[in-house]
């Protein structure tokens, strides 16, 4: 279990690069009291928990579905497919979010979304962190679903929770720090941690990939009668 929710950190913090690239101007858009830091803190962590708390019950759902195919005896082929979807996506860079778009019904999904999420910035500006958080935590992200993959992989209902759990962690510091201090994350510096993701990516895909394959060699022992030394 430590190393399923090592993976999921790690996926977080290639996760946390990526959002400060993409998803900064949404959290820059985010108004925070200026007449108190402590305020401003628990605004931008209100925020950065309602983005987690859906992740969580994406890892719930995931993880129900993984626990079904784990009854039917998928479980260690469902980690080596994660790992190898991690593997690809590090190799080559996939563009997620331009096929994410491409599916039927994500655009207007996503306009749902941004629509309800500008309402509440207008309607409760510092009054709704939470929900916009949620509402963010639902937006099309391939590395939030590469994630929900490891929760399947999971297979199981509050390991899965707990993997999109630690996923979320490891997102946390860096757009925490971008929402309260935006001055000191130039977007040089954003580019810079963005190239560090696919590496990042390459080292959770090994991860899964070493779970998958670390076979339950008890079936074999039992299966094979111990060998014994005769003495004439």
Known sequence: MFALFATALLLGVAGSLHCVGMCGPLMLAMPLPS??????????????????????????????????????????????????????????????????WNIPGAQKAVGFLRRNIGRLLRERPTGATLGLGML????????????????????????????????????????????????KLSLDWRRRLRFMQPFLMFAAGVLLLYRGFNLDLSLFESAVPPAHIDCH
Not at 156 to 171: N, P, R, S
């Open 35 to 100: 007449n108190s830091r402590m305020q401003a803190f628990g605004h931008a962590l209100g925020y950065q928990a309602g983005r987690i708390g859906t992740y969580v019950l994406l890892g719930l759902l995931f993880g129900l579905l993984g626990k079904g195919l784990s009854v039917a005896g998928f479980q260690q082929w469902l980690s080596v497919f994660a790992g190898v979807l991690l593997l690809i996506a590090a190799f080559f860079s996939l563009q997620w979010e331009s096929t994410l």
């Open 136 to 183: 963010n935590g639902l937006l099309p992200c391939g590395l939030v679903y590469a994630a929900a993959a490891g929760a399947v992989a999971a297979a199981d209902v509050w390991q899965g929770a707990g993997f999109m759990f630690f996923f979320g962690l490891g997102t946390l510091p860096l757009p925490l720090m971008l929402m309260l201090g935006a001055g």
